[in-house]
């Protein structure tokens, strides 16, 4: 239905799997206008590649991201994951080949500052892994509409959609896409519009 309603959201915005995780990290707590700023930025500097993240000045790559806000924590979060990446990607893919989701998953969880969401974000994005991304605007849906507790556990709700849906990142990644798009434009914080396809 939501498919029908919105079309394809062509998700996640990013010319590189690089540039989808930077996305990823910058987008903690801020709006994507935000973020978009602060890609461009670093852009613009041709300093949009892990390895020229890594030698950037701190003062420098700060102030690049500057408008994704709490640019000096995020700054270190970006930092840590792109030692992460250069660690494990080569050819925008995952080394060593043949490790399971669960492999990586814990892999990018034990970088500093990453929590589940972004770690889902990057491995479902990035890296077109089978693994289901909930936010805010996913549990507002699911508490508005279809019963579940509004502060229930990230992986909690997770599981649900994995246990439902076929392992299939291209699904995940619609679906997703599709419950942001309706969270932003008829579903509300405050309350739905009339236009919610749910109502």
């Not at 300093?47 to 950037?56: D, E, G, T, W, Y």
């Not at 849906?141 to 649900?160: C, S, T, V």
Request: net charge positive.
């Amino acid at each position: 239905m939501l498919y029908r309603i919105y079309g394809p959201q062509h998700w996640w915005p990013g010319d590189t799997p690089w540039e989808t995780c930077v996305g990823a990290v910058l987008t903690q707590n801020t709006s994507w206008s935000n973020v978009e700023m602060a890609i461009s930025n670093l852009k613009r500097s041709r300093h949009l590649c892990p390895v020229k993240i890594r030698n950037m000045p701190l003062s420098k790559l700060e102030k690049a991201i500057h408008p994704s806000g709490f640019y000096r924590l995020k700054a270190q979060r970006l930092l840590a994951v792109t030692d992460w990446w250069l660690a494990n990607v080569n050819d925008d893919k995952l080394h060593p080949k043949g490790k399971p989701l669960a492999f990586w998953r814990e892999s990018i969880l034990s970088v500093k500052g990453v929590g589940p969401e972004t770690a889902d974000c990057i491995l479902l994005y990035s890296f077109n892994l089978p693994t289901f991304v909930i936010d805010a605007y996913t549990k507002r849906i699911m508490a508005r509409h279809f019963g579940f507790k509004p502060n229930i556990d990230y992986h909690e709700l997770q599981k649900y959609f994995m246990d439902n849906l076929p392992s299939d990142p291209k699904l995940f990644n619609e679906f997703h896409a599709l419950f942001v798009r309706m969270a932003k434009e008829d579903c509300r914080k405050s309350a739905c519009l009339k236009g919610c396809p749910f109502l």
